[in-house]
């Protein structure tokens, strides 16, 4: 089963990024791809999960990392 691995205000850390294994530039990308879809501003709070799965502050899904990269 998925687990959050972020979930706090401000930009995901280094080590989302290495839980992912994705580089941080990368998931800087996909995090504004995926909040520009969803219609969210940049400063929206989203939830991160272990799949690479996206949820915004009322839990729905609203992306993928692994996709947008």
Request: hydrophobic share 40%; proline share 7%.
């Amino acid at each position: 089963m998925p687990r959050i691995i972020w979930s706090r205000p401000g930009n995901p850390t280094r080590a989302v990024a290495r839980a992912l294994g994705v580089s941080h530039p990368q998931l800087g990308d996909a995090i504004h791809a995926i909040k520009k879809n969803a219609r969210l501003r940049p400063h929206d709070n989203v939830s991160i999960w272990d799949d690479g799965s996206v949820a915004d502050a009322t839990d729905e899904l609203i992306g993928n990392i692994y996709n947008e990269i």
